[in-house]
């Protein structure tokens, strides 16, 4: 899958330099230092690690992305998802920006820094689901990438329904979860975003179920064929 070439930079530069800045950090802290790598709902560093906590990000980045490769090329409708290049790199892009932010504030941390992130989480998280939301629309049918509900795989214009709506619904809930996060209200900016995220997933399989039921028989086994 080729991505869009500035999305490609971007991502690369924002994961280089996370890679360049923890091994930095890793060579400068002490053996014994300790490093915030849980934030409560008012951005308080509440969990603490030593120094191995650097790597916690970078394995699961690796892991993950290894994972989703795989997935990928032995995904049935891989053309699928080609063709859904330019959303899904807008997708990589966030995450890219996601682990780079995040990994951030654990190496912050460790030099004294970082100990509220009050505002950063909520703007932060914010961002990132009004860009998937933006992406979903554009997602073709898969087994690996979207909603993948039974009937959203059965059914390519449930699926198309359900990724319509989710975005739609995910943009409002970013732009909510970042606005108040700019106010200074961690707390609220954190709840709306976990309420929005469970009522716009139950809105999602709704949606999925009425779209597929409604679609005559004929038309879903064409389509499968």
Known sequence: M???????????????ATAFFTVAAFM???ADAVLAVHWDMNGVADGFAGREA???IPITTVVVGGLLWLAVRYDPKRANIARSADALGLVVMALALLVAVTQSAIINSGFGEAARLDHAVPVVAGALFAILGY??????????IGVR?????????????????????????????????LLG???????ALLIGLTLSIIGTIF?????????????RTKRRR
Not at 185 to 191: G, K, M, T, Y
């Open 2 to 16: 080729e991505l869009n070439p500035l999305v490609r930079a971007v991502s690369t530069v924002a994961l280089a």
């Open 28 to 30: 400068t802290l002490p």
């Open 54 to 56: 650097l790597l916690i």
């Open 135 to 144: 992406a979903m629309p554009n997602i073709r049918q898969n087994y690996t």
């Open 149 to 181: 509900l039974p009937w959203t795989i059965e059914s390519e214009v449930a699926w198309d329904a359900s990724h319509r709506f989710i975005g739609g619904i995910w943009i409002l809930i970013g732009a909510v979860t970042a606005g108040l996060g």
């Open 185 to 191: 209200l961690s707390a609220a900016a954190i709840l």
């Open 207 to 219: 949606v999925a179920y009425r779209v597929y039921r409604r679609e005559p028989k004929s038309s």
